[in-house]
């Protein structure tokens, strides 16, 4: 069975995986990977203003030859020019005239007042649906009692080693009719090798003869989230689809991944992340040599911080 859709709280559906086209795509020719993922049986597609792929998803919807109400079509006003002139320029790229998703890509690249743009911009019909990326609680509540339309989505950054922190922004949002969509949440794989959350998912990954990713997936699902993902190659992009066959996580695997999450990246893996081969002596001078700038530019700084304000 394929992945089915959720209901939004404004009554439209949404099919509940997206193929993504920001992360390193970004201003990349995406057309032949949107036609893969359509091909294969993606029919959600997200992309940004500020991703730069938006002419080429176009050019991949209209090589689809598929109605357009097959389709789901998601993309993110990201602050550049007015909301009504991104909306239209968006519009005008992707060949379209509606997207069925249109969001703020986030809170601190907009002007305030931009989400009463977004209404009008619903009220128009040139979207479906509107929503926001990037909110934290604080703002996802000040934004509600603030507005006559309550976001149908909030797109955030979710994998086990941030849960914890964005449990309460879930449940609070699944109370408002709210729907989460998480975009890297393979980061345990991608970003993360060698953490704690390695062992609960590859237990569980051997018990389903699934992969670690799908096991990911999987867990993103139970959590009620709605998935976004990317990929160039065609079984990557299966593997994801496959997820929609595989049983659920018991309970007690869920809770291993959570508690897993919830211990952190230890430096040990940060480092030999984001810092591979890289000898001692070097890593110490590094930041010796940092801390050194550092102070230099703030016995520089702060001065003519001072005299600046004294003119003010």
């Given amino acids: 069975m394929p992945f089915g859709t959720v209901t939004l709280n404004d009554g439209n559906k949404m099919p509940t995986i997206a193929f993504g086209t920001g992360s390193k795509w970004k201003g990349h020719d995406v057309t032949a990977y949107v036609e893969q993922a359509i091909e294969l049986g ?39 020019g007015t909301a009504q002139q991104a909306i239209n320029k968006s519009l005008a790229n992707l060949g379209l005239k509606q997207v069925d998703l249109y969001l703020i890509h986030s809170p601190r690249i907009v002007p305030p007042g931009t989400w009463q743009k977004l209404e009008r911009i619903q009220e128009s019909g040139l979207a479906k649906s509107i929503g926001v990326s990037n909110y934290t609680l604080d703002l996802l509540q000040a934004l509600v009692k603030d507005s006559k339309v309550v976001p149908a989505v909030n797109q955030i950054l979710f994998h086990p080693y941030n849960y914890e922190e964005n449990k309460e922004l879930l449940e ?3 109370k408002h009719g709210i729907v989460t969509e998480a975009y890297s949440s393979l980061a345990p794989i991608t970003r993360f090798p ?13 018990r389903l003869g699934a992969t670690p990713t799908q096991v990911i997936l999987t867990w993103v699902r139970s959590k009620g989230v709605v ?19 595989l049983p659920s996580l018991t309970d007690e695997e869920i809770a291993a991944i959570d508690e897993a999450g919830a211990k952190g990246v230890s430096k040990s893996v940060l480092i030999t992340r984001f810092l591979p081969n890289t000898p001692t002596w070097l890593w110490i001078r590094t930041v010796a040599l940092f801390s050194i700038n550092l102070a230099l530019v703030y016995a520089i700084a702060y001065p003519l911080y001072v005299l600046y304000n004294s003119l003010a």
């Fill in 42 to 80: 993606f029919s959600h597609i997200d992309t940004a203003q500020f991703y730069r792929t938006e002419r080429f998803v176009g050019d991949a919807i209209r090589e689809s030859g598929l109605d357009r109400s097959d389709l789901f079509i998601t993309t993110k006003y990201s602050g550049i």
């Fill in 194 to 206: 060698g953490g704690p959350v390695d062992k609960p998912v590859n237990a569980a990954a051997k």
């Fill in 172 to 174: 609070w949002s699944a």
């Fill in 227 to 245: 998935i976004v993902t990317t990929s160039s190659r065609k079984d990557h992009m299966q593997e994801y689809l496959d997820v929609a066959e």
